[in-house]
């Protein structure tokens, strides 16, 4: 809504402009090719006073009245009666005001015209019908065209409104997901070593201070959210046996101002360690996070991979899930996520296009 009305003036100045564009064509073009020698004369200006008052009620009683009480409301045929009654009326008034006009100021009147008659009264109010009745389609097409921006624009309002709560609603579902699998790993770590489940709960304090105060927002810098996963990566770490390896790059700048969606890799990260650790073989998990100049944002996990059977419901599998439609609200045709299973190694790849999505953003709040 708050939207809605900063939007109003800026669509009312541009009504505005319309509107002085159209009647300026219609008015002011014509007298450059009334006369070759100069460009205005006041002459043929006044005599078509009575003409340009006739154009502009037709018009704006169709624009203002008309059109909402009885074209919009599909009552067509009581319009079309209407427009004919009004039209000829005014025809009428047209006709009298200008020669009362010409009554008043002689020097008005044409030379070649001589003392009026029925015929050329005829075909002034057929000249003037046909013009007002393009000034009634003229009227029709604006007001048909200034609807169907307003409804345009309100279908982006309520698709946006939409894609909002959407995205608020998945960003509920994450939290409980994450933690749920985090208190998983220390309630693990507290029947075999209980000095570190008392460091796991100091990390996890840290880890929901990201999510109470950061998640609330739809970007974050990088490199806080790059901080959130290696202090959540060093929780897991503590938790891990001699025979599992783990490794970690992460490159990005501290300086930039590179904006990512919170808790948009911490799915597969927690991927990784659900699939990739054996408590009987070796394991190996990589995990790597690369800025590039271009605005790029490329994250990638590798490790060695052990499917969980149906009876292992921890974390539910509903992360991937909601990753997916977050990028596809957040980043629509911005990312690119790829992943493989080959020779018991399982491979994501998922490159985000900041850049990109910042300016498709600022265009969207723009238009």
Do not use: C
């Not at 009620?57 to 209407?82: C, E, M, P, S």
């Not at 029925?118 to 048909?144: E, H, I, P, Q």
């Not at 059977?309 to 509903?318: A, F, H, V």
């Amino acid at each position: 809504m708050g939207q809605a009305l900063k939007q109003e003036p800026k669509s009312s100045w541009n009504n505005l402009f319309v509107h002085l564009l159209l009647w300026g064509v219609i008015f002011i073009l014509p007298y450059f090719f009334i006369d070759s020698e100069r460009i205005f004369t006041w002459r043929p200006f006044l005599r078509s006073i009575p003409e340009m008052l006739g154009f502009l009620l037709v018009f704006y009683l169709n624009f203002f009245l008309l059109i909402d009480q009885l074209l919009f409301k599909g009552k067509t045929r009581a319009y079309i009666l209407w427009n004919i009654v009004l039209i000829i009326a005014v025809s009428f008034i047209m006709h009298f005001t200008r020669e009362l006009l010409e009554l008043l100021m002689p020097h008005l009147r044409p030379r070649w015209r001589g003392r009026p008659n029925n015929y050329f009264l005829l075909l002034f109010l057929l000249r003037n019908s046909t013009s007002l009745f393009m000034m009634m389609g003229l009227s029709v097409a604006l007001k048909m065209t200034v609807r169907w921006l307003q409804v345009e624009n309100e279908r982006k309002e309520l698709a946006k409104a939409k894609s909002e709560a959407e995205l608020q609603n998945l960003k509920n579902q994450i939290n409980p997901h994450f933690l749920l699998n985090t208190l998983n790993n220390i309630y693990a770590l507290i029947e075999f070593n209980p000095p570190k489940a008392q460091q796991a709960v100091m990390d996890l304090s840290k880890l929901l201070r990201h999510l109470l105060y950061d998640n609330n927002q739809n970007f974050v810098p990088l490199r806080q959210e790059a901080e959130f996963m290696r202090n959540y990566i060093e929780l897991m770490r503590i938790r891990l046996a001699d025979h599992v390896q783990l490794t970690t790059r992460f490159d990005y700048s501290d300086t930039a101002n590179t904006l990512i969606s919170p808790l948009i890799f911490i799915s597969l990260v927690e991927n990784a360690f659900k699939h990739g650790i054996s408590g009987e073989h070796d394991s190996f998990i990589e995990i790597s996070l690369r800025e590039y100049d271009d605005g790029k944002v490329e994250f990638a996990t590798r490790n060695s991979y052990f499917p969980k059977s149906d009876s292992d419901k921890s974390g539910s599998g509903i992360g991937l899930d909601l990753v997916k439609r977050k990028l596809e609200l957040l980043y629509p045709e911005s990312y690119l996520w790829h992943t493989t299973v080959e020779n018991d190694v399982y491979s994501t790849v998922l490159v985000i296009d900041t850049k990109k999505q910042q300016d498709d953003t600022e265009l969207l709040d723009r238009g």
